[in-house]
């Protein structure tokens, strides 16, 4: 196999367990707040996208638009999103964040960049500057290839 290659499945192997290993880690945590990971990456899109309509969040989220509607109606449910009237055009709807949606994932947020935090902790400067900028533009690439 051609080094490249084999540079290619071990970055691959590195990057898959690291996400099943946050994934998991994630889900108990996130979970353990009446929330599923989707419904927090769904608060997560809202806070940083501000309100937006269920198409263009279920374009944020990579989801389609049935599934995403049935994470907005459990958060809706559970009043951490309401609907608004889209003041583009009154005729469509926008999700938006409600305080205790905003506080629910602020928290969450905030306990997740502590367990981070002390991941990194031993680590230097350097390697974790070069880890961010690897995994930034690997994020990049797979979104270009992904497309609009």
């Known amino acids: 196999m051609p080094a490249n290659l084999e540079r290619a499945e ?4 590195a990057v898959n367990q690291l996400i099943r290993v946050h994934q998991f880690r994630d889900r108990d945590y ?3 707040h009446d929330v599923s990971v989707a419904q927090c990456y769904a608060l997560e899109t809202l806070i940083k996208r501000g309100p937006l309509r269920l198409q263009a969040l279920a374009d944020e989220m990579y989801l ?3 599934t995403t ?6 958060l809706l449910r559970k009043e951490y999103v309401l609907k608004l009237l889209d003041p583009a055009d009154q005729r469509a709807i926008q999700l938006s964040l409600t305080p205790a949606g905003e ?6 947020h905030q ?3 502590m367990e981070e935090a002390s991941l990194i902790k031993d680590l230097s400067p350097e390697v974790i500057d070069g880890t961010l900028t690897l995994i930034q533009q690997l994020t990049k690439a797979a979104r270009a290839r992904l497309g609009p």
């Open 10 to 13: 071990a970055l691959y192997e």
């Open 69 to 74: 509607s049935r994470v907005v109606d459990s």
């Open 111 to 113: 306990d997740l960049i």
């Open 103 to 108: 506080a629910l994932y602020h928290t969450i």
């Open 64 to 66: 389609d638009k049935s």
């Open 30 to 32: 996130i979970c353990s």
